[in-house]
């Protein structure tokens, strides 16, 4: 596949060029994608992954400024989503009859996560599991607070969120104000060479697209049935706790949790990172089988 050569994104100046360029490649029909795909895995041809590859860009750009505003550049959440997608064309089976969006999104996500976290470890923020949680829901559990997103913390929230995610309050005001450092908006305007237009426009086809697959919830699947499946090894009790910590949008505290089932705040926090573990271990050694 590296013999090909793709659309080069070296800097947040490029990203209008960039856009624009990957706008031109055309999208692929279902049967357009089976045979190209059957081709490349049956026979390795390049030329058939890079009509895969570059058929797909505009669903990388757009997962990744998803994440934009975590204080990276633009220019390097697509070039680590550009790496998952190429990631998923080399895994891709089209025999298994879904389609290369559903399951490309899913590698596209996990390679900007990564790239994410790895960068926000780096800042000593660290990594731990609770602080993940955190790092990906903090803006919605601030919306669910009343609290403007671009605020700051005042103590009383910071200490009713430390409680929630189970972290010291400096901890959550150091993250809340590294997430108020925002990213290019997807309202500013662009100049092209169809006139003027807003960001978000350049990432938008006026057909069915692979984008619009994957946003309809289809790409949930996968991932659904791995955490389903690794879930069945845990205890009724331990897979509730794990859902109501790790799975749910808004999640029960340790003390909810501990008065519930009768437990201590600690022995809730030592069964939901065993169960975490387990699950952990499950969904990677279920994804090895099938690499």
């Known amino acids: 596949m590296a013999v090909m050569s793709y659309p080069v994104l070296s800097s947040e100046h490029g990203l209008q060029r960039y856009l624009r360029e990957i706008r031109a490649f055309p999208i692929l029909s279902a049967e357009e994608e089976f045979m190209l795909a059957k081709r490349y895995l049956d026979y390795g041809e390049t030329e058939a992954a890079h009509k895969l590859v570059t058929s797909h860009l505009r669903l990388v750009a757009k997962v990744a400024m998803k994440f934009r505003g975590y204080g990276l550049p633009v220019a390097d959440l697509i070039s680590e989503g550009n790496i998952g997608l190429m990631k998923a064309v080399k895994k891709f089976e089209p025999d298994k009859g879904f389609r290369l969006s559903t399951y490309a999104v899913w590698w596209i996500k996990a390679a900007v996560t990564e790239y994410v976290l790895r960068s926000w470890s780096m800042v000593k923020l660290g990594t731990m599991a609770a602080q993940k949680k955190l790092f990906f ?5 601030k919306r ?6 671009t605020s700051d913390l005042t103590q009383d929230q910071a200490d009713e969120l430390s409680d929630r995610y189970g972290l010291s309050a400096d901890t959550i005001t150091a993250m809340n104000q590294r997430l ?21 426009d350049a990432l938008v086809d006026e057909g069915p697209s692979p984008e619009a697959l994957a946003e309809d919830g289809q790409e949930a699947d996968v991932r659904t049935a791995l955490v389903r499946d690794a879930m069945a ?7 509730e706790i794990f859902i109501e910590r790790r799975l749910k949008e808004d999640p029960l505290t340790l003390e909810q949790l501990g008065n519930r089932f009768g437990l ?9 990172n065993k169960a975490y ?15």
């Open 277 to 291: 573990a387990m699950v952990e271990k499950a969904v990677r050694g279920a994804v090895a089988e099938k690499a």
């Open 137 to 141: 829901s903090l803006r919605r559990a």
């Open 233 to 239: 090894g845990l205890t009724k009790r331990d897979r």
């Open 264 to 272: 201590s705040r600690e022995r809730i926090r030592q069964i939901e």
């Open 144 to 149: 669910n607070l009343g609290i403007i997103d």
């Open 180 to 200: 108020t450092v925002r990213d290019l908006s997807l309202n500013a305007p662009l100049t092209t060479d169809e006139g003027s237009m807003e960001f978000m």
